[in-house]
DNA sequence: CGAATAATTGAGGCCTATCAAACCGCGTGG
DNA sequence: CCACGCGGTTTGATAGGCCTCAATTATTCG
């Protein structure tokens, strides 16, 4: 529970020391001026910061975070290339970012959102899946079990699964599946409102069960999709 | 589920007469095509239903929520007038929508979006406050206890306060504040991820320790603002 | 006024948090 | 090469908060 800063301090300026600012080629038709690139588990903005740029993920995975004075941290969204974040209604920030893993960001002016109609339309489309995200993880944190927890998220980085539109097991195949956590047991305990603690009994319960198997810390090996998936609650 | 009257109490023509502020600043460009009237505890749409019409709710307030097939029930979101509801990523609605209370709600073309530029602007600055709101919920959901929960719920009924931009208490006069609650304690229970008995033993104790009065059921005056902003959690 | 619905209160149990210790992978350096 | 230390993870024991089930009380409405 207790959230422990990485960079406690000099966390800032040693995480600015990663950002490489690159000129955009293409600054005419895309508004994208410039791009960072930053190392894993490095900051972007704070909670509370000016909300004056936008932020376009290009590769590599980033989350959003609130913190609680008393330490206890929520990890709201995790955001996949092609995200755009930083959006803010009010002056400043309303969640905190941070890389997950290395990645690379287009950095945009938030008033280039108000003279640009394509890129409005790329916010707003992008804001519509992510709501439909929060939603599914309102009830996930409201009403779900930790077990459930666990296995929607999971299944969540299986794409085409589990969903309105599943397709069910691919045919004459096992319905079996890698998928790379980038995530430590701290970020998904805070992602799914559990302890660190919970999340690693319910992973070994999964494993001992045969749901799944450990590959490394950080890659799991779903053996059977199907199944997994009806361990979501959504079934 | 009981009843199918969508469209119940739905009076366009009578409806165009009463209205006397129209939340958008042109009437005349807006798109709004018919209006709908719904009594209390009404569904407007439900999950999966096709997503071809936008709402605006131009008074009353509607509950947004996801249900689970075993009956669980997580209320996402709760609307006040001029918010816009009913947009999606997919082709069909990922929530139900239903009335708290009698509601008068403007109804749009989905593709009204694509070619009004400036309902896009109204859509867009709509869905980030409530991502915002989502944000907020997310952290009550995943982190908050019970006592917090209820604190949290009840302060956001107080506008102006709680938040960033919390002014204190007025000055020279007693910190309280009456609120209409506009929703039973099962709907609260389902908003805040508790049982309706958690919900009620809350409010009781904090009755017992004299932070709040109940006036009726569903009114509740808070005898101390700051004192109950402080059970948020936010402090 | 009485039935139906909603809310409160109580008793007990379960699920998850908390506290504590052992374990593991991995880079370091003797 | 392997002991060592460090951070992260797993496992265990225990406790506590919230849920469940049940009964009572309050409120609404015909």
Redesign the interface.
């Known amino acids: 529970m207790a959230y422990m800063d990485r960079d406690a301090g000099a966390g800032a300026g040693a995480a600015r020391q990663n950002v490489v600012q690159m000129p955009f080629a293409d600054a005419a038709a895309h508004p994208v001026t410039k791009v960072q690139r930053h190392a894993e588990h490095t900051v972007i903005f704070y909670e509370?910061d000016t909300a004056d740029r936008l932020f376009e993920l290009e590769d590599g995975i980033v989350m959003?975070f609130?913190l609680?004075?008393?330490g206890?941290?929520?990890v709201?969204?995790i955001l996949k290339p092609g995200a755009i974040f930083g959006?803010?209604?009010?002056p400043?920030y309303?969640?905190s970012a941070e890389t997950l893993t290395s990645s690379r960001i287009g950095v945009l002016d938030r008033r280039d959102?108000d003279s640009s109609?394509w890129l409005?339309?790329q916010?707003?489309?992008c804001?519509?899946?992510?709501?439909?995200t929060?939603?599914?993880?309102?009830?996930l944190?409201?009403?779900?079990s930790a077990a459930e927890r666990v296995a929607s998220f999971l299944m969540r980085m299986v794409p085409g699964r589990g969903g309105?539109g599943c397709l069910g097991p691919a045919e004459g195949g096992k319905d079996e599946r890698e998928v790379v956590l980038a995530m430590t047991r701290q970020e998904i305990a805070?992602y799914?409102?559990l302890t660190i603690e919970t999340v690693s009994r319910v992973i070994s319960d999964m494993k001992r069960r045969g749901l799944i198997s450990i590959v490394r810390q950080d890659r799991i090996r779903i053996n059977n999709v199907c199944a997994l998936c009806k361990a979501t609650?959504?079934?």
Chains 1, 2 share one sequence.
């Open positions: 509370g959003l609130k609680l004075p008393d206890r941290r929520q709201v969204e959006l803010s209604a009010g400043v309303d969640v959102m109609p409005q339309r916010v707003t489309h804001l519509l899946r992510q709501m439909e929060m939603h599914d993880h309102a009830m944190l409201g009403r779900k309105y805070d799914l409102g609650g959504i079934h």
